[in-house]
């Protein structure tokens, strides 16, 4: 199957301060990234689809000004967390899909810890 | 609004046992639903999925699963546990027919015990 890496696999920031984790496609064109959160114990919670060029369209709940979605090419997303907090600690995950496929290729993950 | 259930976080069988992992949907109309598996430090990769075709979906790995509309549920099995079974596996729904926004179960911890 298709590969996407997401990078850091795992990062502790201060409180206040933003991280950004990068999600590619390493293999193929995602014209399609999504963006998902999962909380220990639980589901993976989509937060955000973003097509290629194109604003991300955020899910109920989700602060668009606090986690900003940015997917200028066919290969790389990058998901920034602004001004963390404690409770954006989780572990957030990629996915891709291409033009021509409905499957979603998923990365690996990132653990954020905010301190 | 649209969710998947699976129950028991943890499940355990022994090496050559049928593997069991149960996933039920609550949409009053069946979505598209699907089968993914997790091992460490990976991503999750698609086992199997359901679009409104066949209901008994065979998938990698030796994995099936079957489509039950009037029990709104669609569990997966493997007829004998391997060891590299060993993983975390989610069910997801997507209500919206290939819109792709996915509803994910809490997932199955599955150990193999030798």
């Known amino acids: 199957g298709a590969v996407v890496s997401q990078h850091p696999s795992w990062v502790i920031c201060k409180s206040g301060t933003s991280v950004k984790i990068e999600c590619r496609s390493l293999?193929?064109?995602?014209?399609?990234m999504f963006w998902y959160r999962q909380f220990p114990k639980q589901s993976l919670m989509l937060m955000a689809t973003s097509n290629e060029g194109s604003k991300a369209t955020y899910e109920q709940g989700v602060e668009k000004d606090k986690f900003l979605i940015n997917h200028a090419s066919l290969t790389l997303s990058t998901l920034t967390v602004t001004s963390a907090h404690p409770e954006d600690s989780s572990f957030y995950i990629c996915?891709?899909?291409?033009?021509?496929?409905?499957?979603?290729?998923f990365g690996p993950g990132t653990r954020l810890t905010v301190t | 609004a649209q969710s998947v259930t699976q129950l028991g976080s943890h499940v355990s069988v022994s090496e050559g046992a049928l593997v069991l992992l149960r996933c039920n949907y609550s949409?009053?109309?069946?979505?598209?639903l699907f089968w993914y598996v997790q091992y460490p430090n990976q991503g999750l990769q698609l086992l199997l999925k359901?679009?409104?075709?066949?209901?008994l979906v065979k998938g990698i790995n030796g994995f099936e699963a079957e489509f039950k509309k009037s029990e709104t549920s669609f569990h997966l099995t493997k007829p004998s546990a391997h060891m590299s079974d060993a993983a975390e596996y989610f069910c997801a729904s997507d209500p919206y027919y290939g819109n792709n926004r996915l509803a994910f179960g809490k997932g199955n911890q599955v150990v193999v015990i030798p």
């Open positions: 293999d193929f064109q995602a014209t399609t």
């Open positions: 996915s891709g899909s291409g033009k021509t496929s409905y499957e979603q290729y």
């Open positions: 359901y679009t409104s075709a066949a209901t």
């Open positions: 949409s009053s109309v069946p979505p598209y």
